[in-house]
C-alpha cells in the first residue's frame, strides 16, 4: 500500500503549496528591474526575520558555503579562532577553519551536551589574541541549542567576533541578531524557510563588516563586500538563484503573515509534543536540556539498529527521518518538524517510529504516547515558547 511521504529529516523540509507555486513561476532575468524590486522587497523582510538592521546578503551555495565565506571574509590566515566542536557540524567549523588557514582552539563538548558560556568566557581569557568565536547554534547532529545568547554577552566584552551557524535555527528559534550581538548569523534555504536548498543567506554586525572590508586576503567567489554593493542596486555579485529569491519572497510572506512570535510558540509546541511522545514510548531523549525547536534526537536502546529503523519507517509508513551520524550512527533517530511540519505530520512520525522499533525488538512503555503528546503540545501553545512543561504522565 502507498503512503503519502512525510519528510521528517532535519532539512531538506516540506515544502508549502504556496512556495512550489512561486517556484513554478516563469523565470525572469536578475539584472533587469522585476528582480531588483523582488530583492529589494525580501531584502526589507529579511531584516526582521534575523533582527537586524544590517544587510542580508543572498549567496548562491548551501550553508556551508555561507560557513566558508563567513570564514574567509572575516578572518585571515594565521589568525587565531576559538571553534565550539559539540557535533559534526562543529567538526566542520575546524575543518573550514584550518583550510583557511586559521589557528584554531577546539573547545570540545560531548555530543549532546551545550557549551557552557563560561568555558568560552575562560578559553578567550586565556588566549586573548582569539579573533573569532565559531558555534552552532542549532547542532543539527545531536539536536542541541547551543546557548549563544549567553555567549554573545561573553564575546561583545572583547575583541572576538561571534560567528553563529543557524542553518537550523532561523526561522525556528529566537535569535536576534542586533539585541543578542551576534557578529555573524547564517542560514539556508532549506530548513526553517521552507525551499529547496541552494540558497545561503548572510548578515554581518558593523564591527564584522570592519573586519570583511580591511582583510585583503578574502575569497574570489564569496567577496561579501562586493555583494554589499551589488544588494543596494538589488542585484547579487554573480548569477542570482533567481527561483529560489522568488521563492524566499512567498515564504518570508507565510513566516511574517501572523509574526515571528507565531512560529516559534509553533515550532515550541511541536517541540513538547515531540519530546513527550518518545519519552511516554520510554526512549531516552539525546539532548535532555539544551535541545533544538525544529529537531529531537532520540537514543536507542541497545541491541536497536537505528539504520534499519530508519529504513522500515520509510519504506512500510512513508515518513523519512534521520539516523545519526559518525560514531551515532545506527544508535539514535533524528526527528525533524522544522518549516512546513505540523502537529499530524509530527504524530505520524512517531507511530513510525513506535511501529518500526517494535518490528527490530524494540518495545512501547506506553500505549496512550500520541495523547501524551498531543497534550504536551496543546499545553505548550497555552504557555510561553522556551518555557519547561510540567511533567505529563502517560
Not at 512525510?6 to 507555486?21: A, D, I, M, N, S
Not at 587565531?80 to 567538526?91: A, T, Y
Not at 567567489?221 to 512567498?250: C, H, M, R, W
Request: hydrophobic share 45%; charged share 20%.
Amino acid at each position: 500500500m502507498l503512503n503519502k511521504l512525510r519528510l521528517l529529516t532535519p532539512g531538506p523540509t516540506p515544502l508549502p503549496e504556496r512556495v512550489r507555486l512561486a517556484l513554478a513561476r516563469d523565470m525572469t532575468h536578475h539584472r533587469k528591474k522585476a528582480f531588483m524590486d523582488i530583492m529589494m522587497r525580501v531584502q526589507e523582510r529579511l531584516h526582521v526575520l534575523f533582527g537586524t538592521s544590517e544587510v542580508v546578503l543572498p549567496l548562491s551555495c548551501s550553508g556551508t558555503g555561507a560557513m566558508t565565506a563567513a570564514a574567509h571574509s572575516l578572518f585571515a590566515p594565521g589568525q587565531h579562532v576559538l571553534v565550539v566542536d559539540g557535533g559534526k557540524f562543529g567538526q566542520r567549523w575546524r575543518f573550514i577553519a584550518e583550510q583557511r588557514g586559521l589557528q584554531v582552539t577546539s573547545l570540545e563538548v560531548p555530543w549532546g551536551k551545550a557549551v557552557e558560556p563560561q568555558a568560552v568566557a575562560d578559553a578567550l581569557k586565556a588566549e586573548p589574541d582569539i579573533a573569532g568565536v565559531l558555534i552552532q547554534y542549532s547542532e543539527t547532529s545531536t539536536g542541541v541549542l547551543h546557548p549563544v545568547k549567553e555567549v554573545a554577552r561573553v564575546t561583545r566584552e572583547t575583541k572576538a567576533l561571534l560567528v553563529v551557524d543557524g542553518i537550523s535555527a532561523v526561522g525556528l528559534v529566537p535569535c536576534p541578531m542586533d539585541e543578542w550581538g551576534i557578529d555573524c548569523l547564517l542560514t539556508g534555504s532549506q530548513k526553517g524557510l521552507m525551499l529547496p536548498p541552494g540558497l545561503a543567506l548572510l548578515a554581518l554586525s558593523s564591527r564584522s563588516w570592519k573586519a570583511a572590508e580591511a582583510n585583503d586576503t578574502g575569497c574570489f567567489y564569496f567577496n561579501l563586500p562586493a555583494e554589499k554593493a551589488k544588494l543596494a542596486k538589488g542585484q547579487t555579485l554573480f548569477t542570482s538563484a533567481v527561483n529560489l529569491i522568488v521563492g524566499l519572497d512567498e515564504s518570508l510572506d507565510m513566516l511574517l503573515e501572523n509574526g515571528l512570535d507565531a512560529v516559534y510558540a509553533k515550532q515550541w509546541a511541536l517541540t513538547m509534543l515531540n519530546r513527550a511522545g518518545v519519552a511516554a514510548m520510554g526512549l531516552t531523549l539525546f539532548a535532555p536540556e539544551h535541545f533544538a525547536w525544529g529537531i529531537t534526537s532520540v537514543q536507542l536502546p541497545a541491541g536497536v539498529d537505528g539504520t534499519e529503523v530508519v529504513r522500515i519507517a520509510m519504506e512500510k509508513y512513508g515518513v523519512c527521518l534521520a539516523g545519526g551520524q559518525d560514531h551515532l550512527k545506527g544508535k539514535i533517530v533524528r526527528i525533524g518538524h522544522m518549516g512546513w511540519v505540523d502537529w499530524a505530520d509530527a504524530l505520524a512520525g512517531l507511530h513510525a517510529l513506535n511501529r518500526s522499533l517494535i518490528e527490530v525488538g524494540g518495545y512501547c512503555a506506553s500505549r496512550e504516547y500520541m495523547e501524551v503528546a498531543m497534550s504536551a503540545y496543546h499545553m505548550a501553545l497555552k504557555g510561553k515558547p522556551g518555557q519547561a512543561l510540567p511533567t505529563i504522565h502517560s
